[in-house]
């Protein structure tokens, strides 16, 4: 995901959004629903970003010209039944979340191993 603009005119990046969701490049909008929560910390301010890095040049050439022409497009309703399948299966997503702690689980406990093994091999 590439960043493409920030704005506090939310409208401004829908209109955005659906230009580069016209011209095959999947969109988001980020944000949009805390720009207005002010922390003494942080302020965040609504941000359009690309789905595919490979597209940001091409992307950043669109908003700049409406009329650009974009060689590198997505097929905007494949996209977006891929993305329903995934959004719609948790259960894939959270087989990959399972397996990718099984998998840091086992780099840690050997991890653990080996200082132990070096600790007593140095004594």
């Known amino acids: 995901m590439k960043l493409v603009t920030k704005?506090?005119?939310?409208?401004?990046?829908h209109v955005l959004k659906e230009l580069l969701e016209a011209n095959g490049i999947p969109a988001f909008i980020k944000g949009e629903n805390t720009a207005r929560v002010i922390?003494?910390?942080i302020m965040?301010?609504?941000?359009?970003?690309?789905y595919l890095d490979e597209q940001i040049d091409e992307a950043l050439k669109l908003v700049e010209n409406p009329d650009y022409e974009v060689r590198n497009k997505v097929d905007m309703d494949r996209f977006h039944e891929v993305a329903r399948n995934?959004?719609?299966?948790?259960?894939n997503l959270?087989?990959?979340?399972i397996d990718l702690g099984f998998t840091m689980g086992l780099?840690?406990?050997?991890?653990?191993?080996?200082i132990k093994l070096l600790q007593w091999m140095l004594n």
Do not use: C, Q, R
């Open 7 to 13: 704005s506090t005119d939310s409208s401004y990046l």
């Open 39 to 41: 922390t003494p910390f």
């Open 44 to 50: 965040t301010e609504p941000s359009l970003w690309i």
């Open 86 to 91: 995934i959004t719609d299966k948790p259960a």
């Open 94 to 97: 959270n087989k990959a979340l």
């Open 107 to 114: 780099i840690l406990l050997a991890m653990l191993v080996l």
